[in-house]
């Protein structure tokens, strides 16, 4: 009970880590990719100032347009002196002075009748004289001294309309005093004149007046309107030499190179490709489901998925870097915009270690995130997925280092036509430098790609435990030394391993399996009777059997010790994960029968787990494969007299004794591959084992009668 706790327990704890660890990779491995493609920027050129001495000759890294700030300010000024001063007329006011005379002469003259100044003055006249200017516009005299001799903008809200005026052309206030005064003056006579005016003097106000908020608006307008005088600095070209003593125009070229550089680095964009990074790994994890759920119940598949496209991304903007100085140092005239090294490793990587459908997810993130590097994103999207197609369409298996440059190979070639069609698209048929160059590029970036591949092999199968087809290829030339030391010391048990080896690889081409890790595996599932040879009944001689004399259960434990000391061996010779699988669950859970039953003669109540294999029972084809291969092959091999016994009935009947003893249910084998599995056995034992015609000894003249 407590065991089961705390393998509960174990597994509860093993699950949240699975669950943690692949959200934490996936969001370490988004940022990686962020400062990747968008590093922070190092100034490469000290912070200089005006006067400041330049210790190094500057040079600009692109095609810069700088603006002459200078020369702008200068055509800002020009434009300015067009600039007129807003004035806005009133319409109300006339109107209220209007209104304030009415009062005054009407309600007044009622209430004091005997005023006889009110009573007799018509107010409709001076209405009329004060109309005359209030039309043509009247301004403080201050206005009229401060703007004197200037033409400005009449602007007319009641109308929405605007006029250009002198501003002589308007009377100021004390212009329009004068003026009334004597006209009151002269049609009343001189006192009542006088009394008239100084009732009406105080209602006399500009109804035209300066706007301060309004010419700021037009100076705003008539600045925005000017456009920046620009020149431009050629790429590669020095703005300003080592031991020059900068001026302003030395420090605006200065920063402008630094605005470049430091331009495409806003939160914006990182915030952008972190989150494209993040969903990109989102899909791999779904896609690993639906395209190989075997594989996705690992996580150490994932997890190696999410390193991969990471160092993709770092390997193609590193090499991607490189390539942009080189054509800038050989001043080759191709557009650097659509310039990258495809360095896809991650397809190639994947079908090695995994399988081909996996390996195709790949091409998703790797041609989606590192696209940001191009002005023309689908410049880099098409090609890159085309030659992940391209690498992937390959279905030979890796046997060998030139499959790995042969795949390479497919895949830049796949990169270099997209290239060239997407390049005939935009600009026709018209050759340019580009129809070369990015071709070279990709198959460069082919090349580089096999390169990484091949040196890094070993350290990725080491790091994930991850093994490939040519490590079977050089497990299965014999002169590893476990098979040497098998050669040796157990030479029946070495003679049975390179027969069942045969089976188990014929019988996994059948059905599709790996037949390189079938073969290998039967090759070595043996190896831990090396521990005790003479235990086993193919290398003993003489007739003599050690387990005549030894109880059954003993006799047991030195059959099931075989399996143990095998996975010892295995591991301390580092042998491939599914090799020492293999020897672990070669046997499975079966029993032994002989010993069981010779001990059930003795012992009615025998335990039968004793005699049985710890196992496990095979997980997966290969592994079933040398099962029903030892078991064939040993079985067959043991009969004395081969003529009086039917090996495909025999061979048959073992076969279903394994799947009716539950042996194969976890191995993943169907029962169409178990049918193929035993044509084949039958095929190649009856042609080892098949009766031979006996000759006759040299010394006698009698023919054999089917010779």
Known sequence: MKKMKSEAIKDFFTNLTERVSLPVLAVVCSLLITFILLPFGVRTVPNLKVRDISPVDVRSPANLIVEDEKATEEKVKSALTELKPVFKVNPQAFFNIKEDILK????????????????????????????????????????????????????????????????????????????????????????????????????????????????????????????????????????????????????????????????????????????????????????????????????????????????????????????????????????????????????????????????????????????????????????????????????????DKNAIYKSSFYAGLGVAVFQLLLLIYTVGFDFKKEFLAYPIFSILGSLIASIIVIGLLPFFGSAFRFTTDMVYMELINLNHPLLRKLVLKAPGTYSHSVMVSTLAEAAAETIGANSLLAKAGGLFHDIGKLKNPQAFVENQQNGINVHDTLPYEKSAVILKSHVEYGVELGEKHNLPEPIIDIIKQHHGTKLMKYFYMKAKEQNSEVDEKIFRYPGPKPKFREAGIVMLADTVEAAVKSVKDKKDVDIDKLIHKLIIEDVEDGQLTQSGLTLKDISLIEKVFKKVLSGVYHNRIEYPDRSSSKKPENS
């Open 104 to 399: 005054t002469f009407y309600l007044n003259g009622d209430r004091e009748t005997s005023n006889k100044t009110i009573s007799l003055a018509k107010p409709e006249f001076i209405i009329n004289l004060l109309e005359r200017y209030y039309s043509t516009g009247v301004i403080y005299d201050e206005t009229a001294k401060r703007f004197k001799g200037k033409t400005v903008k009449v602007v007319n809200p009641l109308t929405s309309t605007s006029t250009y005026k002198e501003i002589s052309a308007f009377y100021t206030v004390s212009q329009v005093k004068k003026r009334i005064e004597k006209e009151l003056r002269s049609f009343y006579g001189g006192k009542k004149g006088s009394k008239v005016y100084s009732l009406i003097e105080h209602l006399i106000t500009p109804n035209i007046s300066y706007s301060d908020k309004a010419t700021l608006e037009e100076k705003q307008q008539i600045v925005n309107q000017v456009k920046p005088v620009l020149y431009q600095i050629k790429k590669g070209e020095i703005v300003v030499k080592k031991g020059t003593k900068l001026n302003f125009e030395d420090v605006r070229k200065i920063e402008a190179i630094e605005k470049l550089k430091t331009g495409n680095k806003t939160l914006n964009r990182y915030f952008a490709i972190f989150f494209v990074s993040l969903l990109m790994f989102y899909i791999v994890y779904k896609l690993y489901f639906i395209v190989s759920p075997t594989a996705a119940k690992s996580i150490k598949n994932i997890t190696f998925s999410y390193v991969l496209i990471t160092l993709d991304v770092f390997l193609i903007r590193f090499f991607t870097f490189f390539v942009k100085l080189m054509t800038e140092a050989m001043n080759i005239p191709v557009n650097e915009g659509l310039i990258y090294v495809p360095v896809i490793t991650s397809v190639i990587f994947v079908s090695l270690f995994l399988n081909k459908k996996v390996a195709f997810i790949h091409s998703i993130p790797v041609a989606v995130i590192p696209s940001f590097l191009l002005a023309k994103p689908h410049f880099f999207i098409i090609p890159v997925l085309a030659g992940s197609v391209f690498s992937c369409m390959d279905s030979q298996n890796y046997q």
